[in-house]
């Protein structure tokens, strides 16, 4: 292909490309509290219990947050991303913005939380489809998806500990 394929034979007037590049932003915060106490990147994760011990100060929020971890092959943290605050009761999620960035970050695998303000970690019709969407997502990404944990009161519901992954 040529640029006179493109835009066809040169004339006197000169040639005008302009092109929108993508370029991968990433935002580094240095977190001083005391968080190596509960979050060290160097930890695989592999329980639901230690992603509900790691992210249980969500059941203190008043508005569903769902956050998206992004792994490397030996399930190690790389970067979390929190893909949205919603409302009391919901949070728009879609896809395409929560495998946006784990194709940024070559994430391996990735793992879903987020948090039920009513206390109830029970997962809702909503979530199970969600779930489902994404599960089908990562499939055809090729970046496996380990587990949906929902935090509630004091407890907490692993997709995939109850089969649903």
Do not use: W
């Not at 992603?51 to 190690?76: Q, Y």
């Amino acid at each position: 292909m040529t640029i006179d394929n493109l835009f066809g034979p040169e004339s006197k007037k000169p040639r005008t490309l302009r092109l929108k590049v993508i370029k991968p932003i990433y935002e580094i915060l240095k977190i001083t509290e005391a968080a190596s106490q509960y979050l060290n990147q160097k930890t695989p994760l592999s329980s639901s219990l230690l992603v509900a011990d790691m992210f249980g100060f969500l059941r203190h929020e008043t508005k569903e947050h769902f956050i998206a971890l992004h792994l490397d092959s030996k399930n190690r943290l790389l970067c979390l991303e929190i893909v949205s605050v919603g409302s009391l009761n919901a949070s728009i999620v879609h896809p395409r913005e929560v495998y946006k960035s784990a194709l940024l970050s070559s994430a391996a695998a990735i793992v879903f939380v987020h948090n039920h303000p009513s206390g109830d970690p029970t997962p809702s019709r909503e979530d199970i489809e969600l779930t489902t969407r994404l599960k089908d997502a990562s499939e055809l990404l090729g970046i496996r998806l380990l587990d949906h944990v929902v935090i509630g009161n004091g407890r907490h519901y692993s997709f995939a500990d109850s089969g649903l992954l």
